[in-house]
């Protein structure tokens, strides 16, 4: 079992930046990827961001493609998104995940708690 605890939300006005993070309780397996997804009140989970923990390749989103960068420290088994030119859109609660997919939440079989995201116009 891997625990996922997120950090680095807040409050952030338009155009503005800010940089999650996702500790792992242990190393993730090698074949597993690291995604971030995001929530917002009414809308379905959707995919932002992932990098597999082998490799590193990164995947985006379209709407976060240009805006977010996804990176990992091995060394200390996190996880990070930095997200520039925020927009009120973004607004939402971001998961960190750990597991075989991608882009589909079902792959993913670990999930952290969360982090609140608002973006202010």
């Known amino acids: 079992q891997v625990q996922l605890v997120e950090s680095g939300g807040g409050l952030v006005q338009a155009g503005g930046s800010l940089r999650l993070s996702c500790a792992a309780s242990r190393r993730p397996f090698s074949t597993y990827a690291m995604g971030w997804f995001r929530q917002a009140p009414g809308k379905e989970r959707e995919f932002v961001a992932a990098?597999?923990?082998?490799?590193?390749?990164?995947y985006y989103a379209d709407s976060m493609k240009g805006r977010s960068t996804i990176s990992r420290d091995n060394a200390k088994n996190t996880v990070y998104l930095q997200m520039d030119s925020l927009k009120p859109e973004d607004t939402a609660v971001y998961y960190c995940?750990?597991?075989?997919?991608?882009?589909?939440?079902?792959?993913?079989?670990?999930w952290g708690q969360g982090t609140q995201v608002t973006v202010s116009s």
């Open positions: 995940a750990a597991g075989t997919g991608i882009y589909y939440a079902r792959n993913y079989a670990h």
């Open positions: 990098i597999r923990w082998s490799g590193g390749s990164t």
